[in-house]
DNA sequence: CAAGCACTCTAGTATTCAATTGATTACTTG
DNA sequence: CAAGTAATCAATTGAATACTAGAGTGCTTG
């Protein structure tokens, strides 16, 4: 085998690697299998996708060791091989926030100007997580608060947020994070609570760059 | 705009960094890219591409924000975006040590078992650096070393170590470097240094490594 | 300003990939 | 063990990508 064979088949393995996160899908389903294992009906209903259709990107993710599955009975769960996979889904979107010309432009389209939700940032948010004054509220769907959560958030999905308004106190700071600094679900929570008086931020990034930057969580239990 | 169009357009855009790193000979050029910029001749001689194939390949990684280009005269010089980019090929090669069983058997084919070469890392290896009796081995191309070296590391590629074996004292310690950890001529230095007598070790990883990892460089001057 | 050079673009072809459909496998439960 | 369910596989279609060859662009140099 001469150099060039060498690289040739060292870089085609890599390229493997590379070829999994060349689908909007299949990054889709890598944030998704962050926050919680998932099994195929699940992540093909989240993301309108057939089911057929999952099951294959799902083939491409495990072969490309990105993915990882435990199968019970008649289901398949699936969820992140280890931390690394997660930090290559935070590398893509770190040069994502270098192409801000597009992203942002998508952003804002969806969400309008984010700055003026005054994110707080992971270390802020830890020096204070313990404050009487600080509530912190998570506002994914239940089953990924119950996978994992901020030590001593509260568990209020967004779309309930409004119905039980009643269960936050107006006089508390409330800081709301959600899958990560792309997903949606903090932005509408912060904006429906800053509407109706409450004093509301929203967590820069999410639970899973929580949980890889080391910082303490808490399992199982709904507050 | 509804939620699942945002999405769709939102992980779109981050996988067309995905698909910048779908291609076994752009991750090549990013490995290249981060011992030094080159032009386009220059990349396509080192990777066997044609100019005009090398070319596109760069037009892709560039529409990625993954490159940058400095136009000089008739030339075009590349070189990578910034650190970020870098650290999203490190994602990759990381996840590529989990792929051991092909990987693995890529090194070990080309290069023997590599852990008899007592690799020593980064940390330890700035920890001596200044030793007296110790050399730091460059044995990358001298274009690259030029660009940037570990500090007080002297330059013999390794295509011209056995020739100038008179250069290094046996009673030294030698510790030899290249582009990477999947770059062979550290190995192939190491390999020839001990067969000849001298009490020589590989670094783990590679300059751009280093370099990423704010640990101090030296530019110019060949010693 | 003509010739040479480095690079890029355009077309054309071969290959690979994504998504759909329908069939099949593997497991569970009555 | 038959029926039902979740997941996967196989085959097909259309779209995207990789590579080549040749033309074209823009800069430099005699």
Redesign the interface.
């Known amino acids: 085998?001469g150099?060039?064979e060498?690289?040739?088949?060292?870089?085609?393995?890599?390229?493997?690697?590379?070829?999994a996160?060349?689908?909007?899908?299949?990054?889709?389903f890598l944030d998704l299998l962050a926050q919680r294992e998932w099994n195929v009906e699940e992540l093909a209903g989240e993301t309108?996708l057939t089911v057929a259709n999952a099951s294959q990107h799902l083939q491409i993710l495990r072969a490309?060791?990105?993915v990882s599955v435990r199968r019970d009975g008649n289901y398949a769960y699936y969820r992140l091989?280890?931390d690394?996979?997660y930090?290559?889904w935070?590398?893509?979107?770190?040069?994502?926030e270098?192409?801000l010309a597009?992203?942002d432009r998508?952003?804002r389209?969806?969400l309008g100007n984010r700055d003026e939700l005054e994110p707080i940032d992971a270390l802020t948010l830890l020096g204070r997580i313990q404050d009487e004054d600080l509530v912190v509220l998570d506002v994914r769907p239940i089953p990924e608060y119950q996978a994992g959560h901020l030590p001593g958030a509260r568990s209020i999905p967004v779309g309930e947020l409004e119905a039980r308004l009643g269960e936050l106190r107006p006089d508390q700071e409330i800081v709301a994070y959600c899958r990560g600094p792309?997903c949606?679900y903090a932005d509408e929570a912060v904006e429906l609570l800053t509407a109706r008086g409450y004093l509301a931020r929203r967590f820069s990034h999410g639970f899973p760059d929580w949980q890889v930057a080391g910082l303490p969580v808490e399992r199982e239990g709904i507050s």
């Open positions: 085998m150099h060039r060498f690289k040739d088949a060292l870089y085609a393995e890599f390229a493997r690697i590379g070829k996160v060349a689908s909007p899908h299949r990054l889709e309108q490309a060791k990105l091989a280890d690394r996979a930090r290559l935070q590398a893509i979107r770190e040069l994502g270098v192409r597009e992203i998508i952003v389209a969806f792309y949606v």
